[in-house]
């Protein structure tokens, strides 16, 4: 008995093989294009992050010199540094690194301007900086960053109100200075109309940063210049980079 031979549908399999060329060509020119587009970024990333990190710096400066007047100072304070970590801030169990920036006349420290975050804002973290006098009095306080609610959390922000500057010139008198909180638990700080939560996160931030600063303020100045070390290593790789 003879055994019948599958006969190949000639037409399906040329269909399949004219289907198929196409499909992986334009898979190959989707990947070149891919591939092009990622050296693109990266070109333009490293072309630019110079340009980039000198804008950030003026912003920086920017921010200092408004909590800090800049005729009291003479140093470079963008590149005058240190870190410091935030364990027990804010009733924080996980520690972060912040970094504490050194205003100084003729080699002498006289404020600080201290990172720190709120952890219990409204919307959620509150990033904020704290000038520091060393009579460990307020210089002035910004909100860097924040999530809070616009129209009535926002209002920590200097250019929607002038709340935050109700810090410059307070003291914390003692670890219970009950003073230091708003109005509605019977503290000196205003609360906002509808928004009580975000001025508490904030003064309660303050308040802490400068307990911190009170207990530290030998070992803050005392610590090698985070800044300078930064930089030199960027250098170093950069030179490194540059001799291969």
Same mark, same amino acid.
């Given at each position: 008995?003879?055994?019948?031979?599958?006969?190949?549908?000639?037409?399906?399999?040329?269909?399949?093989?004219?289907?198929?060329?196409?499909?992986?060509?334009?898979?190959?020119?989707?990947?070149?294009? @891919? #591939? $092009?587009? !990622?050296?693109?970024?990266?070109?333009?990333?490293?072309?630019?992050? *110079?340009? /980039?990190? +000198?804008?950030?710096?003026?912003?920086?400066?920017?921010?200092?010199?408004?909590?800090?007047?800049?005729?009291?100072?003479?140093?470079?304070?963008?590149?005058?540094?240190?870190?410091?970590?935030?364990?027990?801030?804010?009733?924080?169990?996980?520690?972060?690194?912040?970094?504490?920036?050194?205003?100084?006349?003729?080699?002498?420290?006289? @404020? #600080? $301007?201290? !990172?720190?975050?709120?952890?219990?804002?409204?919307?959620?973290?509150? *990033?904020? /900086?704290? +000038?520091?006098?060393?009579?460990?009095?307020?210089?002035?306080?910004?909100?860097?960053?924040?999530?809070?609610?616009?129209?009535?959390?926002?209002?920590v922000e200097l250019r929607k109100s002038d709340w935050?500057?109700?810090?410059?010139?307070?003291?914390?008198?003692?670890?219970?200075?009950?003073?230091?909180?708003?109005?509605?638990?019977?503290?000196?700080?205003?609360?906002?109309?509808?928004?009580?939560?975000?001025?508490?996160?904030?003064?309660?931030?303050?308040?802490?940063?400068?307990?911190?600063?009170?207990?530290?303020?030998?070992?803050?100045?005392?610590?090698?210049?985070?800044?300078?070390?930064?930089?030199?290593?960027?250098?170093?790789?950069?030179?490194?980079?540059?001799?291969?």
């Amino acid at each position: 008995m003879t055994k019948s031979v599958p006969q190949t549908n000639e037409p399906d399999a040329q269909k399949k093989s004219i289907f198929h060329l196409p499909i992986q060509k334009n898979s190959q020119i989707l990947a070149l294009f @891919a #591939i $092009a587009c !990622t050296a693109i970024v990266g070109l333009v990333n490293e072309l630019t992050k *110079d340009e /980039i990190q +000198a804008q950030a710096q003026q912003q920086l400066l920017r921010t200092l010199d408004s909590i800090i007047e800049p005729n009291r100072y003479d140093n470079n304070i963008t590149e005058d540094c240190v870190n410091f970590s935030t364990t027990g801030l804010n009733g924080q169990t996980n520690s972060a690194m912040q970094t504490a920036y050194i205003a100084r006349k003729a080699g002498k420290p006289i @404020a #600080i $301007a201290m !990172t720190n975050t709120a952890p219990d804002g409204y919307n959620g973290n509150i *990033d904020l /900086i704290v +000038a520091i006098n060393m009579d460990e009095s307020v210089s002035g306080v910004r909100v860097l960053n924040h999530k809070e609610t616009p129209g009535l959390g926002d209002k920590v922000e200097l250019r929607k109100s002038d709340w935050v500057t109700s810090f410059t010139g307070k003291q914390i008198l003692s670890d219970t200075d009950s003073r230091w909180a708003v109005t509605k638990d019977d503290g000196m700080f205003d609360q906002f109309t509808g928004a009580t939560i975000t001025p508490r996160a904030v003064v309660k931030s303050v308040r802490q940063t400068l307990l911190y600063f009170k207990e530290n303020k030998q070992a803050l100045l005392a610590r090698p210049n985070a800044c300078l070390i930064n930089n030199e290593q960027t250098t170093e790789s950069a030179e490194v980079s540059d001799d291969k």
